[in-house]
């Protein structure tokens, strides 16, 4: 891309200058004539560069030219800094010396302060493959097939046009064209058969994300949820915004916010047993009491099928 190889022709030379024209062209792997064209379109963006002939000739950068003076605050240089490191520790910025080059650029220090991990406990080396064949597929507009295991363990064969990652809910998700069912369709990273994935040749024309999946969360599905807990439980300060807890006088905890009701979402409310009692919505704390019963019902089933000793 133009736009980087700009970038990279700026970094070279605040390393160095001059340089040879044959130099950068062989570096940036384009002809002589490309970096000429490449000088005019930085030169008339206002970098101070500009080639000449010659004995000690070749393409210049003006002596203590600082790109953040000409373009960017501190504030935006943090920023892209941030961004740019957030992209290399997901995985969608292959280059991992990128934010500290950017950062020797602006001159600035500390550019590699923030570690994210996306992958779960004991991921296997499979995952991140996946993770990279769906952005290959994404960014380079190709087909990408796999078998895909459904929440009832059923197993389809799947070709689709990826066209979004997402993460939600502590997962990543794909959200892409199936070709099978000719519609959009949202499909687990987790659920795919890493084994089976192959990204293919044919590559596809983009199409433009319907409404519903432009939007990462949907007014129409999320709940008014209120909770209270028992004193004590360490759980509620971990788990939910400080403006969320209100501390009742009785030493019990009401916790109040607005989310999507997925069946992940109320399995994770239900993993806080009987420290936690559901004031609002109606249809959560119904849900809550049935699961109750049927915890208890099969606990006094297998009681009763169990021999007395």
Same mark, same amino acid.
């Given at each position: ?48 560069? /500009? ?79 996946? !993770?990279?064949?769906? +952005? ?9 097939? /796999? ?40 499909? +687990? ?10 990204? +293919? ?27 209270? !807990? ?22 019990? !905890? ?17 993993? /806080? ?23 208890? +019902? ?12």
């Amino acid at each position: 891309m133009q736009s980087q190889r700009l970038f990279e022709i700026v970094y070279l030379l605040m390393e160095r200058s001059p340089r040879p024209a044959g130099e950068l062209a062989a570096r940036l792997e384009v002809s002589e004539r490309t970096v000429r064209r490449d000088v005019e379109a930085l030169s008339a963006a206002g970098v101070p560069v /500009f080639m000449t002939r010659g004995k000690g000739g070749g393409v210049h950068l003006m002596e203590g030219y600082v790109l953040d003076r000409s373009l960017m605050t501190d504030a935006e240089q943090d920023e892209i800094l941030a961004a740019l490191s957030a992209l290399r520790q997901t995985g969608a910025a292959d280059d991992a010396s990128l934010p500290e080059r950017v950062a020797r650029l602006f001159r600035r220090e500390g550019a590699d302060w923030l570690d994210i991990d996306f992958s779960f406990w004991g991921a296997p080396a499979a995952y991140r493959r996946a !993770f990279d064949l769906v +952005k290959r597929g994404i960014l380079e507009r190709r087909l990408l097939s /796999f078998e895909y295991r459904d929440a009832a363990d059923r197993t389809s064969q799947r070709t689709v046009e990826p066209a979004r990652l997402l993460y939600k809910d502590r997962s990543w998700y794909v959200r892409a064209w199936c070709r099978e069912r000719g519609d959009w369709r949202t499909f +687990k990273v987790i659920r795919m058969v890493w084994e089976t994935m192959e990204l +293919k040749d044919e590559t596809f024309d983009p199409r433009p994300l319907p409404p519903d999946l432009v939007e990462n969360y949907s007014a129409r599905n999320r709940a008014h949820v209120v909770l209270a !807990f028992e004193p004590g439980d360490p759980r509620v300060r971990e788990e939910f915004s400080p403006d969320a807890i209100e501390a009742l006088p009785d030493g019990r !905890f009401r916790v109040t916010f607005d989310t999507e009701l997925t069946d992940r979402a109320r399995h994770h409310l239900l993993s /806080f047993g009987a420290g936690m009692t559901v004031e609002e919505p109606d249809e959560l704390r119904e849900w809550m009491r049935d699961q109750a019963l049927a915890i208890l +019902k099969a606990s006094e089933e297998k009681e009763a099928r169990t021999p007395a000793l």
